[in-house]
């Protein structure tokens, strides 16, 4: 039996796609590397087994603060070697972020193979790092083989969860026929995103849409609608269902979210998170822009009567979205 280390933490974009893949690998040893109180601890937990270490990302401009943050990060290469000769470890994945930096690092001192998965069009520059050290680095597009010259490259795609593949029944009140429209920050929610949409909601509701909006946990202004046809809810935990069923998505261009409205077909109106590392949310939006799958829209520029009258004049005249190819 191959023995599998599965190394992604953090947000859906990291975590969704790492167990994709590891659904898919039925008859492999899996032992998950993550870390405290992130998303994985409530996906994974009860799966695989979870180890953790506490590495974080260089964020900071506190000098005494990245030193601390360098001093994890090689105390975490010696956790990990530790784990990988332990346990027996004959091939690595990761997903990306700063959990990858240590694993691929003490994977490469013991000559075992590490997949690394890039699904953004822009590399990261922990990825752009990272697979000179790694056996072969997967990508989410195509084209972003042209900013890894040095590397080994295959292209993949993004992994995407199985239930997005079978027709799924979604468990909210909503009539056959009305327009649905569903609103996505990511897996942390989009607090910017919220207050537009919320400035929004009722003018669409008054031309017969219905509107579920995810929030996410860190939004104080939950309850401040109140209509039969607007449905707030943190996350939804069948988000097949949701995107299968929309008409219309509004979202953050996270390449996770990209791959699951391509793969329902659902049109979308992004609205990249503008501090995204080297802008990448904006490159993967504009991939879909292109392509005619979705509008783009950038967030300082954004404003609440624009984005009320696109809305509108999609719920009016869907048949606009499919002269748009998407």
Known sequence: MI?????????????????AVAKKLPN?????????????QSLVNDLYPLHTIPVEGFQTRSILKNIKILFRLLQSV?????????????????TGGYISGAVTLAAYILGIPVILHESNYIPGKTTKLLSYFCHVTALGFKETEKYLPWATTTYLGTPIREQFSISQYLDLNI?????????????QGAV????????????????????????????????TINHTQYITLPFHSNMAALLQRANLAISRAGSGTLAELAATHTPAILIPYPFAAENHQFYNADFFVKAKAAYCYEQKKLTREQLKIAVLDLIKDPTKLKRNGI
């Open 3 to 19: 023995r599998l280390l599965i190394a992604a933490s953090g947000t859906g974009g990291h975590v969704f796609p790492a167990l």
């Open 28 to 40: 492999y040893d899996v032992h998950w590397l993550g870390t405290s109180n992130r998303l994985e």
């Open 78 to 94: 010696f956790w990990i070697r530790k784990l990988l000769k332990e346990k027996k470890i004959d091939v690595i994945f990761t």
């Open 175 to 187: 009539p056959e026929k009305a327009f649905l429209i569903i609103v996505i920050g990511g897996s």
């Open 192 to 223: 910017s995103i919220n207050n537009l949409v919320r400035q929004c909601a009722l003018d669409w509701i008054n031309s017969g849409a219905y509107v579920v909006h995810l929030t996410g946990n860190n939004d104080t202004k939950v309850k």
